[in-house]
């Protein structure tokens, strides 16, 4: 056991060293790669949002016309429809498993950054939650990291009803996900003005795997809020008190909390049934 936290500690040391490296020439990125969103101009996303068929298939069958034209019809949408199948399939194989390029320092995990917002007050399904939550790449080293990081908004600077997501790569940030189902969430509720700053302590945190408690994490959110701003660390088993309270632990270490900081935990069962992810919590000295 002994060893394999002194690992995950040089993990993180290197993980920190080679970010402020790759900090100190960062002001060459931005020429390289000019965002201009939270999401918009990353890498590829994949099909999660890409339309899910097109509009011509949507439309509704002609009336007027006769049987043997209206079965006409049917034929060549089911053929466009399997070609759509078909392409689609061959799309998804083509696409590449991330992998650390040559030189680079890989991550325990792979990990992927995700980006929402919502207009409050609306009530959300899970259906709706899933389609309004924006994937922005996925990267498996430190330096892949930083590419991403480095042109993405801070959270401070993000207005209205907005979230970031940091999540290993096959796990979306939604309570009904395997991975999350059985599991909950610490949160912390900032005052504006320490969003940016706590969110980066937490997830160079994570990458450098200080949590140690092996394979229960499954990411962290940062949720920027009119009056406040709330981060929160998901894990896989809210049972699991030892482990918990571990999380809960590290959380105060890494953020540099006061002693008399309010620190609440919620299970994804409980946000299920009230449809809310802060409301009801326990509430942690």
Aim: charged content about 25%.
């Amino acid at each position: 056991m002994w060893l394999w936290g002194s690992a995950q500690r040089q993990l993180g040391r290197r993980i920190l060293i080679v970010f402020l490296r790759l900090l100190s020439t960062s002001s060459l990125l931005p020429l390289l790669f000019p965002f201009h969103t939270p999401f918009e101009s990353c890498p590829a996303t994949g099909p999660e949002i890409l339309p899910k068929s097109s509009g011509g298939l949507q439309l509704k069958d002609d009336d007027s016309g006769d049987h043997d034209q209206n079965e006409e019809n049917s034929t060549q949408k089911d053929g466009e429809k399997e070609k759509m199948e078909r392409d689609k399939s061959q799309s998804s194989s083509k696409r590449k498993a991330v992998v650390p390029g040559p030189a680079e320092h890989p991550l325990q995990y792979n990990y992927t950054f995700w980006y929402s917002r919502r207009t409050p007050g609306r009530p959300t399904s899970s259906q709706s939650y899933e389609q309004n939550i924006k994937q922005i790449g996925t990267f498996a080293s430190v330096e892949q990291f930083w590419r991403f990081y480095s042109h993405m908004v801070r959270p401070g600077d993000l207005t209205g009803h907005s979230d970031f997501h940091l999540f290993k790569e096959g796990i979306k940030p939604m309570w009904e996900d395997d991975a999350n189902k059985n599991g909950g969430k610490w949160i912390i509720r900032l005052r504006k003005g320490l969003a940016s700053r706590c969110w980066e302590n937490l997830i160079l945190a994570m990458l450098g795997e200080q949590f140690m408690v092996g394979e229960e994490i499954c990411g962290a959110v940062v949720s920027v809020r009119f009056q406040e701003d709330i981060i929160s660390i998901w894990n896989k088993t809210a049972s699991d008190q030892a482990t918990t309270a571990r999380i809960r632990d590290t959380l105060r270490r890494v953020l540099n909390l006061p002693p008399n900081t309010i620190m609440e935990y919620k299970t994804h069962t409980d946000s299920i049934k009230d449809n809310s992810s802060f409301r009801n919590t326990k509430i942690t000295l």
